[in-house]
């Protein structure tokens, strides 16, 4: 069964740096894109980037570019998103997906997302 | 403001028909595929739908989905109580050379 297993919640402070994690289970890991995806609260779905294990190849949204890094631990499957200074404005649930082997293949797996509470 | 629109609330009775559009432009919709899922409250949201019409296994025949020109639809047929859920609609856009959501649509079943 191919699924993909989020780290739990988190409070930071702002100013405070965090790193989340995404397990990819039933599949190769470095065959399929990793896609992040923010959505925060009573609000829709933001595309934050993509993250291919297999190279470390990268793509960003625009919106997101400079503010986190995509970055993955191929020994264990383990994809991750982090921040070195977080914003209030962070606070959100951050989900990963599985893509393709492409950028545009569409993301039939997902995380059950993580939970990130940036608050003084 | 997303670069997909989609009504932000659609509606209907248990077994009638609800249809979500998602209109976008030539360099998203207009070039490539649209891609459908489905979010239920408090839970990750799901693949409904890709390349358009396609149902991922375990996806009833009741979803259907369509595209003309630059803008989409995704139907739902028979509508049950468990339909009742955020939809969203995502493409990839060869100008911002990234994937675009709408905004989301909440269905409620009357």
């Known amino acids: 069964e191919v699924k993909l297993v989020q780290s739990g919640a988190e409070v930071r402070k702002p100013g405070e740096s965090l790193k989340i994690s995404c397990r990819g289970f039933?599949?190769?890991?470095?065959?399929?894109?990793i896609a992040w995806v923010r959505q925060m609260p009573g609000k829709g779905l933001e595309w934050m980037g993509l993250?291919?294990?297999?190279?470390?190849?990268?793509t960003y949204s625009p919106s997101f570019q400079g503010q986190v890094t995509f970055s993955a631990d191929k020994s264990i499957s383990t994809a991750y998103l982090q921040w070195s200074s977080l914003k209030a404005s962070d606070t959100a649930i951050y989900y990963c997906?599985?893509?393709?082997?492409?950028?545009?293949?569409?993301?039939?797996?997902w995380g059950q997302g993580t939970l990130v509470t940036v608050s003084s | 403001q997303t670069v997909l629109t989609q009504p932000p609330s659609a509606s209907g009775a248990p077994g009638q028909r609800v249809t979500i559009s998602c209109s976008g432009s030539?360099?998203?919709?207009?070039?490539?595929?649209v891609t459908w899922y489905k979010q239920l409250p408090g839970t990750a949201p799901k693949l409904l739908m890709y390349?358009?019409?396609q149902r991922p296994s375990g996806v009833p025949d009741r979803f259907s989905g369509s595209k003309s020109g630059t803008s989409a639809s995704l139907g739902i047929s028979g509508l049950q109580p468990e339909d009742e859920s955020d939809y969203y609609c995502?493409?990839?856009?060869?100008?911002?050379?990234?994937?675009?959501f709408g905004g989301g649509t909440k269905v409620t079943v009357l």
């Open positions: 997906a599985r893509g393709g082997s492409g950028t545009h293949y569409p993301f039939d797996q």
């Open positions: 039933g599949y190769r890991f470095t065959d399929y894109w």
């Open positions: 993250f291919y294990p297999g190279d470390s190849d990268t």
């Open positions: 030539s360099s998203n919709i207009g070039r490539g595929t």
């Open positions: 390349y358009d019409d």
């Open positions: 995502a493409a990839w856009d060869d100008s911002l050379n990234g994937w675009v």
